[in-house]
């Protein structure tokens, strides 16, 4: 595809619901990133992925949250009983693999938890 | 850990004027920088960076930035606005020593007055 493409664009969940965030990466692109951005803030980084291999997860903010990407290409964010705090936007992005290579973003999936 | 700083929430500029936006880094090492512009409801798009070499950097849409070290800052520079400018600009900082994340900025909101 063109580009970083997440799925859904848009999420209601009622506290205590688990979701599933979706994130097609750039084609070829090794590297795969998870942020979180509340309203009002810059990204704040979640997690990495090397191909299949989850290399940092040092952001993630607790137990409830889960990334995987089995295949190297596809990641899903798993959120578990979901809380409030959690309505944020979800962004991937994808890059090269080479250490200076720009990161690309998608355009997000909104998380609202009621 | 790195960390970036952007000290205006807004900048106004009126079109056809100079546009700076204000970043400032922290980072253990020599810092790779990178600019991303938000639209509304879209992800974040990559403007440019500096990784090495000189300190003034081109990129997308006319935009340029001057890496100064001994100011530990990298400002985002338009030498004429144009409306379509009006967005949410992001500073971020990846310390070639650490981990791929990035570290971002609060954002600057930029509004270009006609």
């Known amino acids: 595809g063109a580009g970083v493409s997440q799925s859904p664009r848009y999420k209601v969940a009622k506290r205590g619901q688990d979701v599933a965030l979706r994130c097609d990466p750039i084609?070829?692109?090794?590297?795969l990133f998870w942020y979180q951005q509340a309203l009002g803030q810059g990204p704040e980084f979640l997690t990495y992925?090397?191909?299949?291999?989850?290399?940092?997860k040092s952001g993630l903010p607790s137990d409830r949250f889960f990334a995987e990407r089995p295949e190297g290409s596809v990641s899903t964010l798993k959120i578990q009983r979901t809380q409030q705090e959690d309505s944020a936007v979800y962004l991937c992005a994808s890059s090269f693999t080479s250490e200076d290579s720009e990161q690309f973003f998608g355009p997000g999936t909104r998380l609202t938890v009621l | 850990a790195q960390s970036v700083a952007q000290p205006e929430d807004q900048v106004n500029v009126a079109e056809g004027n100079p546009l700076t936006v204000k970043c400032t880094y922290s980072v253990s090492g020599n810092p790779y920088l990178f600019w991303y512009v938000q639209y509304p409801n879209r992800g974040l798009q990559f403007l440019l960076k500096y990784i090495t070499g000189d300190n003034l950097v081109k990129g997308s849409y006319g935009f340029e930035a001057e890496f100064n070290k001994s100011q530990t800052s990298f400002h985002l520079k338009k030498p004429s606005a144009l409306v379509s400018d009006s967005a949410l600009y992001f500073c971020?900082?990846?310390?070639?020593?650490?981990?791929?994340?990035?570290?971002f900025g609060k954002g600057n909101q930029v509004v270009v007055i006609p």
């Open positions: 992925f090397q191909n299949e291999a989850q290399l940092d």
């Open positions: 971020a900082v990846r310390d070639p020593y650490g981990n791929n994340r990035l570290a």
């Open positions: 084609s070829g692109h090794v590297s």
